[in-house]
T-cell receptor, first 112, second 114 residues
């Protein structure tokens, strides 16, 4: 079945540092890939997506590239802010279904 | 557009009791999903509806769980004879017909079984 493995946290960074959260997946066919974010006290929000190989998703300064050869979708941001403190989830949607399979989540804390 | 809403936000119940949760999706979203999230884990898929039809159920959804979406709008998730292992956050999401891969999540219902 489909599965997602993401970097364990927690991750603590200083403001303006570079952030990378690794995500790899196992799936048949051509899944769509997503990063969701959960800010403290809020619900899950879609951060970015990529629906085919080599696509780059981007939003709010975050980027992730769909790498089929390495089955990866790593999240990056060049300069984090305190407001980026949240839990980040990597997820995939199978090519023939609509349900999402999530990773376990990575907690990121950015210190001023 | 008021987003996906869920009610109640919190529920504390004693083992063996039945509970029911409600989800109101974004209007005109034809797909509705239920997920369960336990502490430190990502959400796990439970079931989903396209309009009023329940198209898929996870093996996680035991016989004690039932979900309905009678008119293709709001949905209910009922858990009968609750067990302590049912304690979790229950999340609802919906997606529009033209962008089925974009799921919008509600705030969740946190269930505690004592």
């Amino acid at each position: 079945g489909n599965s997602v493995t993401q970097m364990e946290g927690p991750v603590t960074l200083s403001e303006e540092a570079f952030l990378t959260i690794n995500c790899t997946y196992t799936a048949t066919g051509y899944p769509s890939l997503f990063w969701y974010v959960q800010y403290p006290g809020e619900g899950l929000q879609l951060l970015l997506k990529a629906t085919k190989a080599d696509d780059k998703g981007s939003n709010k300064g975050f980027e992730a590239t769909y790498r089929k050869e390495t089955t990866s979708f790593h999240l990056e941001k060049g300069s984090v802010q305190v407001s980026d403190s949240a839990v980040y989830f990597c997820a995939l949607e199978g090519s023939n279904d609509y349900k999402l399979s999530f990773g376990a989540g990575t907690t990121v804390t950015v210190r001023a | 557009d008021t987003g996906v809403s869920q009610d109640p936000r919190h529920k504390i119940t004693k083992r063996g009791q039945n509970v029911t949760f409600r989800c109101d999706p974004i209007s005109e979203h034809n797909r509705l999903y239920w997920y369960r999230q336990t502490l430190g884990q990502g959400p796990e898929f439970l079931t989903y509806f396209q309009n009023e039809a329940q198209l898929e159920k996870s093996r996680l959804l035991s016989d004690r769980f039932s979900a309905e979406r009678p008119k293709g709008s709001f949905s209910t998730l009922e858990i009968q004879r609750t067990e302590q292992g049912d304690s979790a956050m229950y999340l609802c999401a919906s997606s529009p017909p033209t962008r089925a891969y974009e799921q919008y999540f509600g705030p969740g219902t946190r269930l505690t079984v004592t």
